[in-house]
């Protein structure tokens, strides 16, 4: 049987290819680059920075002259501890923003939040201290008689977990 192909259908199909290939990684980067810009956003203003605590957790605070923020709490033991910390990783990871964590005297937690690459607070750190502090964890008893607020937050998400 004679083989007939159109002439440029293998030529054509090869475009086609290229096209969606440039498609393709145009979109990847795109979508690198978005991840890159939201890291590397805009330094806030301190006046935007306190606006943005106040959605949050008030264990948070803000050192070094606005700079980065960070909240400390006790867990009930090591194992709490560590699972907060773990589920705070995958929060981060998911955001392509990662913290600094701190685990002193097997339960005593504290986590630090800054843009790196703009050496500074950013919108991002707000939104990944938002997601931070939706992480139930069980606190000391001691811990929590000494800061009720925080059960505020842990029972608020208990709520949602009964509702959900
Ligand atoms: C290449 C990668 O996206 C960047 O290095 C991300 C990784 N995680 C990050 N985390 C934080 N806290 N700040 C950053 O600037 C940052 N940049």
Avoid at 102 to 111: A, C, D, G, I, P
Wanted: proline share 4%; charged share 25%.
């Amino acid at each position: 049987m004679v083989e007939t192909s159109t002439p440029g259908a293998t030529e054509s199909a090869a475009t086609t290819t290229r096209a969606a290939s440039a498609n393709a990684s145009e979109a990847s980067q795109s979508a690198s680059e978005q991840k890159r810009r939201k890291c590397s956003g805009t330094p806030l203003e301190e006046k935007e920075v306190a606006q943005g605590l106040e959605t949050l957790c008030p264990s948070w605070k803000v050192v070094g002259g606005n700079l980065s923020m960070e909240k400390s709490f006790v867990a009930k033991n090591f194992v709490k501890a560590m699972a907060w910390i773990n589920a705070a990783a995958e929060a981060a990871e998911e955001l392509n923003h990662h913290p600094d964590f701190h685990l002193t005297s097997y339960r005593n937690v504290k986590v630090v939040l800054q843009t790196h690459s703009a050496q500074a607070l950013t919108a991002v750190d707000l939104e990944l201290a938002q997601k931070l502090d939706a992480i139930p964890t069980e606190y000391s008893p001691k811990f929590l008689r000494e800061n009720p607020h925080v059960r505020v937050v842990s029972a608020a998400v208990e709520t949602a977990d009964e509702v959900a």
